[in-house]
């Protein structure tokens, strides 16, 4: 296939509702993309005024997703980098904060030369930078950009206007807008309706841009006729709009997109004579495993502070999707609120009963911090498969300290700044540090495993790298107490000085890890740790299972 000799932009943008899916989408077309040979980046640009996510609640926001190089960003960066397992980084994230934020500090510098600076032409021509810089990469082909929130959001004009002038600039061949719209089943009228995406597609129109392409996310498939109708109204060729309807799992959505012809749509306006056919069967594979599962389920408790937004934990829940497909099982998800756990009337065996396996959750602050630890001691002294994943760590080394060492009063210097044993302490070049924004230790950093260990067992490997979000560490002080109790070190720095993993002697599996491993978990290649807590699980759920049929077997025979 011919290479183009400029990087081809597509735009996607979003009406009618959020939450439609524009990040699924982008991914899924950018993992067709690729299939068919083409080189492909995703970017997200969001029309919030934070300079990045990494301050905003989970509640606002969901999870904070991490790069390589310590970009914290928006969790759709998970998506891209999970479907086409490339990954992702500081430039593929760019906020109107900090658009306005270079812009302001260029003013002040006195780079536009005493010129009055306004959106037109400054925000906007500073977004058309960023782009032009990202497509700056010769290896790429297609550079696919997301555009956060939906048309009408007030926000997120500066970026249309970007998008409008460099359709212009660029010609039809070079840019494409795919407009992602929603298409509402009426159960009482068993119709689907048309006109919330019409009047979307309208205040497009409003900004001066003509979608190339449709995609109508609805419950119930589009019919041809349905499509004409879109089509006409919306001054778009019937077939260039396109059906996205409900799937049992995300990990459809480019199978259906496929079906769809999506992507050969796409490489028609955007000018590739010659494309190879995309080999899709390792993805069948996995959706398949996904949705039937050949040895059963499983249930893990996922204990968080921030159970009624499952979005907060969005790599972990793709993580367990990703271990359960290669471990032969479906995982179940029960969200376990830390908090419940912290009433003395709280009864684990009846909450957790079913569950093959907990998983406390990271997080921040002390909300929640007690529960958290309950539910480690009874991981810990029931013998079911634990994960401790940052705070998740730090809370299972509070909870050894306390219950196994002696050190009654330990905690976290996090919760207590004056704690007689501060197990978890800040680190030292976190002290002087009066910032929150983008200043914790972020990215990837490499990690020694020690051989004979369940982290070395997982990764068959000495020397692994994963990405880090966090302020607080294990304190040296007390390793040898730990090490007496029956804690095992098994990943360090390279130079020994910050543990990175723990583990349980004579425990089934009980592994806490100071980094974030979910964020590095990808369709076709799973996460090694998930993979393995998920087995330890599977495992435990048989041994249950058989104890259960050997109870059965001893008790009396009813009489007639």
């Not at 080394?397 to 196994?404: D, G, L, M, T």
């Not at 990690?447 to 966090?470: Q, T, V, W």
Request: glycine share 8%.
């Amino acid at each position: 296939m011919a290479r183009p000799k400029n990087v081809k932009h597509i735009i996607v943008t979003g009406g009618v509702i959020s939450s439609l899916g524009k990040g699924i989408l982008s991914a899924s077309l950018g993992m067709l993309l690729k299939s068919r040979g083409l080189r492909v980046a995703i970017q997200k640009y969001d029309p919030y005024i934070n300079v990045d996510p990494g301050t905003m609640s989970p509640y606002q926001h969901g999870e904070v997703y991490v790069t390589d190089d310590g970009a914290e960003t928006d969790l759709d960066l998970g998506h891209y980098e999970r479907f086409l397992d490339e990954s992702t980084s500081q430039s593929s994230n760019l906020t109107m904060g900090r658009v306005y934020k270079s812009v302001i500090d260029k003013e002040r510098s006195g780079e536009y030369l005493g010129a009055t600076v306004q959106v037109v032409p400054h925000v906007i021509d500073e977004i058309k930078d960023r782009l032009a810089e990202q497509a700056k990469n010769s290896s790429l082909d297609i550079l696919i950009t997301e555009i956060g929130g939906t048309i009408g959001d007030i926000e997120s004009l500066p970026f249309l206007e970007a998008m409008r002038q460099m359709k212009l600039e660029m010609g039809d061949r070079n840019l494409l807008n795919i407009h992602l719209t929603f298409v509402p089943y009426i159960k009482a009228a068993s119709e689907l309706k048309t006109k919330p995406t019409q009047h979307s597609v309208k205040m497009l129109l409003e900004t001066g841009i003509q979608p190339d392409i449709l995609v109508c996310r609805s419950e119930k498939p589009l019919s041809r006729e349905i499509k004409n109708k879109v089509g006409h109204f919306c001054n778009v060729n019937d077939l260039d709009v396109i059906g996205l309807n409900d799937c049992e799992t995300i990990y459809e959505v480019p199978l259906m997109l496929l079906k769809e012809k999506l992507d050969q749509r796409v490489l028609k306006k955007l000018g590739f004579k010659m494309f190879k056919e995309p080999s899709l069967d390792h993805w069948r594979d996995f959706c398949n495993k996904v949705k039937s599962p050949k040895d059963g389920e499983v249930t893990i408790g996922i204990c968080g502070k921030y159970t009624e937004y499952p979005d907060a934990y969005k790599s972990i829940l793709e993580s367990f999707i990703h271990a359960g497909a290669s471990n032969n099982v479906k995982v179940n998800i029960r969200l376990l609120r830390a908090e419940d756990a912290e009433q003395d009337s709280f009864n684990f065996s009846r909450e957790l009963e079913g569950i093959c396996g907990i998983l406390v959750a990271p997080g921040f602050g002390d909300r929640g911090i007690e529960g958290k630890i309950r539910y480690i001691r009874y991981a810990r002294e029931n013998n079911i498969p634990f994960f401790g994943i940052c705070l998740g760590m730090q809370c299972a080394s509070i909870e050894f300290a306390r219950n196994v060492c002696g050190l009654q009063d330990a905690n976290s210097t996090e919760f207590n700044k004056r704690v007689r044993f501060p197990v978890i302490d800040l680190m030292e070049h976190q002290k002087k540090i009066k910032e929150k924004g983008g200043t914790m230790r972020l990215g990837s950093y490499p990690c020694i495993i020690r051989e004979g260990s369940k982290a070395y067992d997982a990764y068959r490997k000495f020397l692994i790298n994963e990405r880090h979000r966090h302020r607080y560490e294990f304190n040296n002080t007390y390793r040898q107490v730990f090490e007496d109790g029956g804690i095992v070190f098994s990943g360090t720095s390279p130079n020994g000085e910050l543990v990175e993993i723990i583990e349980l002697k004579d425990h089934r599996w009980f592994v806490g890890v100071q980094f974030h491993p979910e964020l590095k978990s990808r369709v076709l290649r799973v996460h090694p740790l998930f993979h393995g807590f998920v087995a330890a699980a599977k495992e435990y759920s048989r041994g249950s299972r058989q104890m259960e049929l050997a109870v059965d077997m001893t008790l009396p025979i009813p009489a007639e």
